[in-house]
Structures are given as C-alpha cells and as structure tokens.
C-alpha cells in the first residue's frame, strides 16, 4: 500500500477509537441522568393532568382544606351518613347497607 492510504487507514483506527470512548462517555452521563429525566417527565405528566382535569384538582384540594383536621374514619362515617340520609340516593339499590329506623310510633 502506498503511504497515503496507510495514513487514511491508521487515521480512520484512531477516529473509531475515538467514537468508542465518547460513546462509552454518553452511556455514562444518560446512566446519570435517567432517574432526574424520569422525575422530570413525571413532572410534565402531572402538569397535564391538571390541565386536563382542573375541577378535579381544585375540588380535592377543597376537601383535603376542609377535612384536615379529622381522621378519615370520621370522615368516612360522616361522608356514610350523609349518603344514608339524602333522598338523592334514591337511584342506589333498596337493599343498600344504610340502617333504617323504624318510623311507626306506639
């Protein structure tokens, strides 16, 4: 081979050498930053879900306002109760687990 064509091919093994390392560089910093980018997209994801559903988001933050300062089984009970009481649960089956109180008087 003629000296131009082994400078070509010795120049070519130093670049291949070359773009193996700095492929092995770019594994690395994406290695790095994998778990900040997923916390990141999480992020993005949760902003459209919000932007998507704002009534939902609002009226939850509502309830968590109103609701702070008692358990949830006293929320529980209090949210049962207030089902069992409305007639606006009238669509719900009539074998529901309310209990019913006996109206006839003595």
């Known amino acids: 081979m003629n000296k131009h064509a082994i400078d070509i091919a010795s120049r070519r093994?130093?670049?291949l050498e070359k773009i193996r390392?700095?492929?092995m560089q770019v594994i690395e910093v994406s290695l790095q930053l994998q778990k900040p980018?997923?916390?990141v997209d999480a992020g993005i994801k949760?902003?459209?879900f919000i932007r998507?559903?704002?009534a939902l988001m609002?009226?939850?933050a509502a309830l968590l306002l109103a609701f702070r300062r008692r358990s949830l089984i006293l929320m529980a009970q209090e949210g049962w109760r207030l089902l069992c009481l409305y007639p606006a649960t009238a669509y719900l089956p009539q074998h529901s687990s309310?209990?019913?109180r006996d109206t006839k008087v003595d």
């Open 58 to 60: 609002t009226s939850g």
């Open 13 to 15: 093994m130093l670049l």
């Open 46 to 48: 949760a902003v459209h």
């Open 21 to 23: 390392i700095q492929r």
């Open 98 to 100: 309310c209990p019913r």
């Open 52 to 54: 998507r559903h704002p």
């Open 37 to 39: 980018l997923a916390v």
